[in-house]
């Protein structure tokens, strides 16, 4: 089965339960929990270990999430160990934060610069985002300076580069086909 599919399915399962038990804020923390674990070399070494019998695998997460997350998320974390799909984790806490903000209407959004941003500056290009796609908006901010200058907004599958990175390699791209073709 495909991977995606995997995690998709695990993560959709939950959040119907989560839903209909009224208790999607608190798993959707617990899935935020649970993903930044797993950001973590050992943690993702543990999933995916076929020496750690699952027994022992359940007893590691339960002594590291109980009394932390709703016991519904425990009991997936039983279900996907026992399953043998413990190393889907990070990929099903992904999906199912994703899902719960598709429900409540947010968009992620990224906004790289070379240099931290403003408060103000974020909060109108949140604004403006906002008014756009009609929608709640969770704004990320990237710094990178080999951007240079300029931003590169990325909301969902729309991509804006105005950096002065890309502006220069456009520059150089043309002066290289102006070059080999001349008029």
Same mark, same amino acid.
């Given at each position: 089965? #495909?991977?995606?599919?995997?995690?998709?399915?695990?993560? %959709?399962?939950?959040?119907?339960?989560?839903?209909?038990?009224?208790?999607? @804020?608190?798993?959707?923390?617990d899935?935020?929990?649970? $993903?930044?674990?797993?950001?973590?070399?050992?943690?993702?070494?543990?999933?995916?270990?076929?020496?750690?019998?699952?027994?022992?695998?359940?007893?590691?997460f339960?002594?590291?999430l109980?009394?932390? *997350?709703?016991?519904?998320?425990?009991?997936?974390i039983? &279900?996907?160990?026992?399953?043998? %799909?413990?190393?889907?984790?990070?990929?099903?806490? %992904?999906n199912?934060?994703?899902?719960?903000?598709?429900y409540?209407?947010?968009?992620?959004?990224?906004?790289?610069?070379? *240099?931290? *941003? +403003? @408060?103000? *500056?974020?909060?109108?290009?949140?604004e403006?985002?906002? #008014?756009?796609?009609?929608?709640?908006? +969770?704004?990320?901010?990237?710094? @990178?300076?080999?951007?240079?200058?300029g931003?590169?907004?990325?909301?969902?599958?729309?991509?804006?580069?105005? $950096?002065?990175?890309?502006?220069? %390699?456009?520059?150089?791209?043309? &002066?290289?086909? $102006?070059?080999?073709?001349? #008029?």
């Amino acid at each position: 089965m #495909n991977d995606s599919k995997i995690s998709v399915r695990y993560s %959709r399962a939950i959040f119907q339960s989560a839903l209909e038990k009224k208790i999607l @804020d608190n798993v959707n923390q617990d899935m935020i929990f649970i $993903s930044e674990i797993c950001k973590t070399d050992e943690t993702m070494e543990f999933l995916h270990s076929p020496i750690i019998p699952p027994s022992k695998k359940e007893d590691i997460f339960h002594k590291m999430l109980e009394g932390n *997350v709703e016991q519904i998320t425990l009991s997936l974390i039983d &279900l996907i160990v026992k399953n043998g %799909r413990e190393s889907f984790i990070p990929a099903i806490a %992904r999906n199912f934060i994703h899902e719960t903000k598709k429900y409540k209407g947010i968009t992620d959004s990224v906004l790289t610069t070379a *240099v931290k *941003v +403003d @408060d103000k *500056v974020k909060k109108q290009i949140t604004e403006l985002i906002s #008014n756009i796609f009609k929608t709640k908006v +969770d704004l990320k901010e990237n710094i @990178d300076p080999e951007i240079i200058g300029g931003f590169i907004l990325q909301i969902d599958d729309s991509y804006i580069d105005a $950096s002065i990175k890309n502006k220069l %390699r456009k520059i150089k791209k043309e &002066l290289i086909g $102006s070059i080999i073709t001349p #008029n």
